[in-house]
């Protein structure tokens, strides 16, 4: 991890302060603990966009997904050998301060009653997807900002995401457990925003991914490894109901294996290079559990999972040998982990994928999971085409937004 001036190391010193303190006062003034056993809690709420589910299943939810959010993610940006562990520091210096402030910026949107915030399993589980999805958009800009500079970039990125969220979620109804559009798609373009924003003439030499070195590979395999033991969970985590979860949980491992052979499939033929590389395998794992975000729950079939499992583990050969360099000559964007290829690729087609799902939803399908999934669709008040069309509106939402904010944040 690279040395920092005095200044710089006061700056960091100063806002951490800053941030903790303002963070602390807001707690003691909003929040209080929720009485998530009481069965009408979140119906009480307006802007609830989560039914409240048995205390018993939220807790190995909150454990899994923050594991996955923990480790998963941030072993992942380890890659860099140039950075190695202390990459790793600055994700958990994101992860800490991003908890804090997702739970009350969406405690004010989605847990919010008589001027409280009630926190609860699965306030924690919503904040930690809001950290994920930050921790992808740093993926983009790692190694080319400071730890300063990421503090602030994650004080926007949660106020941002929470907003699409409750766009998406709450205003428009659209369905997006895994978060296809609400984790993978924002967090890769709003990071891809603030690298281009940030764009230095002197660094249009790009470089390649995988830097040389074997510590590379090492924090790879341990990151891949989570990411197959942790990501079905994180996959089914705010599924609408128990009855749900098995199929989250098959169509994400599915897709995980098909994605892997898929890319293992394109990288010996346009790599010179006959040596299987670990960060192959977690770019796959990633891209396959991005496709697997929005549909998850629905009715893809074991088959169809097996397909766009495949699909998606194509993205990332392909994306990182004639994308990559078209985004960084061209629209002078530096994308330094490649999450456009792995995250942002994979989570439109996931988006697309769930739209088409939907609009294929029938009760005699679904059974009584339509009413869970599509409560309007079962009540007759909307078609199935009608949900497709608003899944579908969800994805230029979420990518304005993302765009529009990265370019602030910049």
Known sequence: MPEYTTASRFQLSGLCFLLQIITIILFAVFVRYGPESSPGFCSQQLNCSW??????????????????????????????????????????????????????????????????????????????????????????????????????????????????????????????????????????YFGLMVSRILHQPHMDKCKKQQDTGNQPDVFAVVGTIYLWIFWPSFTSATAVHENAEPWAVLNTYFSLAASTLATLVLSPVLHEEGTLRMVQIQDATLAGAAMMGMAGEMLVTPFGALVAGFLAGLIPPLGFRFLMPVLCSRLKTQDTCGVHNVHGLPGILGALLGTLLTALATADAYGGRLEFLFPLVAQGSWTATDQALCQLCALPITLLLAMLGGSLTG
């Not at 996955?68 to 994700?91: E, K, T």
């Not at 800009?141 to 929470?162: A, D, E, K, S, Y």
Request: hydrophobic residues 55%; charged residues 10%.
């Open 51 to 188: 039914r409240n589910q048995d205390t018993s299943f939220q807790h190995p939810r909150f454990r899994d997904v923050h594991l996955q959010a923990l480790l998963g993610f941030g072993l992942l940006v380890a890659f860099l050998s140039r950075y190695g562990p202390g990459s790793v520091a600055i994700s958990i210096l994101i992860m800490a301060f991003a908890i804090q402030w997702a739970v009350l910026i969406q405690g004010f949107l989605h847990f919010f009653l008589n001027g409280k915030i009630y926190v609860g399993a699965q306030s924690i589980v919503s904040a930690d997807f809001c950290t994920a999805a930050i921790l992808i958009s740093t993926g983009a800009v790692l190694g080319r900002v400071n730890p300063v500079q990421m503090l602030l970039l994650t004080l926007m990125g949660v106020i941002l995401f929470t907003l699409n969220e409750y766009i998406l979620l709450s205003l428009m109804g659209v369905r997006d457990s895994g978060g296809s559009l609400t984790v993978h798609t924002f967090g890769a």
